[in-house]
T-cell receptor, first 114, second 111 residues
Framework: DTGVSQDPRHKITKRGQNVTFRCDPI?????LYWYRQTLGQGPEFLTY????????KSRLLSDRFSAERPKGSFSTLEIQRTEQGDSAMYLC????????????FGPGTRLLVL | ELKVEQNPLFLSMQEGKNYTIYCNYS?????LYWYRQDPGKSLESLFV?????AVKQEGRLMASLDTKARLSTLHITAAVHDLSATYFC???????????FGEGTQLTVNP
């Protein structure tokens, strides 16, 4: 198992454009999380899925953000009409729900909105 | 709302010295995690602490949890340069699975 993977690793876009990121979790994990991290800060929770169900969304997740996990495997995070304030590292994590649950993070997608 | 505070935020120490990073959280939490992040990299899981009095050790790092005080510590013994990184603690809310992270402690170990 190669761990959590994310694509692309870097994305530069112009303000107002739409972007989509992909996350492939560890294969046997049933939970998948999205976080956002800005420079010098800890990650902030955005949303999470158990299997294909989106169970929780942060109020940080405005209407411009949408996430899907259509078959309970990979997930996509789309940002519509990007703004400069969206520039950040977008991290995906996965876990197996249970008492010893540990979230394993992917390498992240670094977004720069010009 | 769960809040997590770490201190210090910046720590510069000499090789061979010992130090402790503190993590306080504001409300009841049933899980406390420590992660390491190297510059430009993602987060690496170090420890998960699930019960009061839990202590875990890996190499020169030891983590403990006091749920009554809502405090976790990460103790560094005889620091070496390879430990230079940012260390985050994160607490899991009892009502869900999201993690709330502290601001991180940027550790620099000098020769």
């Amino acid at each position: 198992d190669t761990g959590v993977s994310q694509d692309p690793r870097h994305k530069i876009t112009k303000r107002g454009q739409n972007v989509t990121f992909r996350c492939d979790p560890i294969s046997e994990h049933n939970r998948l999380y999205w976080y956002r991290q800005t420079l010098g800060q800890g990650p902030e929770f955005l949303t999470y899925f158990q299997n294909e169900a989106q169970l929780e969304k942060s109020r940080l997740l405005s209407d411009r953000f949408s996430a899907e996990r259509p078959k309970g495997s990979f997930s996509t995070l789309e940002i519509q009409r990007t703004e400069q304030g969206d520039s950040a590292m977008y991290l995906c994590a996965s876990s197996w729900a249970g008492i010893q649950e540990t979230q394993y993070f992917g390498p992240g997608t670094r977004l720069l909105v010009l | 709302e769960l809040k997590v505070e770490q201190n210090p935020l910046f720590l510069s120490m000499q090789e061979g010295k010992n130090y402790t990073i503190y993590c306080n959280y504001s409300t009841t939490s049933d899980r406390l995690y420590w992660y390491r992040q190297d510059p430009g990299k993602s987060l690496e899981s170090l420890f998960v602490l699930l019960s009061n009095g839990a202590v875990k050790q890996e190499g020169r790092l030891m983590a403990s949890l006091d749920t009554k005080a809502r405090l976790s510590t990460l103790h560094i013994t005889a620091a070496v340069h390879d430990l230079s990184a940012t260390y985050f603690c994160a607490a899991g809310e009892t009502s869900g699975s999201r993690l709330t992270f502290g601001e991180g402690t940027q550790l620099t170990v000098n020769p």
